[in-house]
C-alpha cells in the first residue's frame, strides 16, 4: 500500500487526515514537526508527503529545499492556509509538485493525491511485475495484459502480498500476518474465499494460469511451465 508522512501540527486535523488516509488504504506515518518527519523518512521510504508549511520547529518550504537537494524525487503536496498567489508559486518552485489551501474538503486531498501519484516519475519499487500482471502502489491500479482489473482494497493488499513472494509457496499463516495481520491463520477460510476471488479477476480466457494452489502448503503466483 502507498506509505503517506504527514507533517501537520495541528493535531486535531493531522488525526483526523491519518484516520481517514487509513480508511482508504494508505499506510500514514503522522509527524507534529518537521524533526518527527525525518525521523519516519531516515527509517523508511516514503511514497508521498503531505506537509503543511508553518510547523513550530522550521518552515515547511526548508525542508522541500532540503529533500530536493538530497535527492528525493516522490511526489510533495503542500497544505496550507497561506492562500497568496506569491505563496504558491514559491511552494511549486521550491519543489512540490501540489499546493492544497486550508481548509480543503477531504474528497479533495485524495483526488489531488491520486493525480500527483499517476504522474510519470515513479521509483522502481511503486511498480511491481509478474509476467504481464502489473500492480502500481501508489495509485493501486492493477493491470494484466494491458486491460484494466478492478480490485477490492482486500483482494489488492492479497495480490501484492503474492506477488512480493513471487516464485515461492506462500502459506495461509503468511497472508495472516501480512495481509490480515493476524499471527495465526485464523482466516483461513476467509483467505481462501478471497484467494478465490482474485483468481477469478487475474485469471480469464486466454491467459496463462498465474495464481496456483499448492495442496496442504499454501498459494503461489508465478508462471508454471
Known amino acids: 500500500m502507498p506509505r503517506l508522512l504527514i507533517v501537520e501540527d495541528q ?3 493531522l488525526e483526523s487526515l491519518t484516520r481517514g488516509l487509513r480508511e482508504e488504504g494508505y499506510e500514514v506515518l503522522p509527524a507534529a514537526t518537521v524533526a518527527e518527519g525525518l525521523v519516519h523518512l531516515h527509517a523508511q521510504p516514503v511514497d508521498v508527503i503531505v506537509l503543511d508549511l508553518m510547523l513550530p520547529d522550521r518552515d515547511g518550504l526548508s525542508l522541500i529545499r532540503e529533500l530536493r537537494t538530497t535527492g528525493f524525487v516522490n511526489p510533495i503536496l503542500i497544505i496550507t492556509a497561506r492562500d497568496a498567489v506569491e505563496d504558491r508559486v514559491i511552494g511549486l518552485d521550491t519543489g512540490a509538485d501540489d499546493y492544497l489551501i486550508k481548509p480543503f474538503s477531504f474528497e479533495e486531498l485524495l483526488a489531488r493525491l491520486r493525480a500527483i ?3 510519470p516519475g515513479l521509483t522502481p ?3 511491481l511485475r509478474v509476467a504481464d ?4 502502489l501508489l495509485t493501486r491500479d492493477v493491470t494484466r495484459d494491458g486491460q484494466s482489473i478492478d480490485l477490492t482494497q482486500r483482494q489488492f493488499e492479497l495480490l501484492e502480498c503474492l506477488v512480493r513472494h513471487t516464485g515461492t ?3 495461509r499463516e503468511i497472508i495472516a500476518r501480512e495481509v490480515w495481520e493476524e499471527a495465526t491463520a485464523t482466516w483461513t477460510n476467509v483467505i481462501e474465499v478471497q484467494i478465490n476471488h482474485l483468481r477469478r479477476k487475474i485469471e480469464r480466457p486466454g491467459w496463462s ?3 496456483h494452489t ?3 502448503e499454501g498459494y503461489l503466483l508465478g508462471v508454471r511451465s
Open 11 to 13: 493535531i486535531p486535523l
Open 117 to 119: 501519484m499517476r504522474r
Open 125 to 127: 519499487e511503486s511498480v
Open 133 to 136: 500482471l502489473e500492480l502500481n
Open 169 to 171: 509457496v506462500v502459506s
Open 209 to 211: 494460469p498465474l495464481l
Open 214 to 216: 499448492i495442496r496442504g
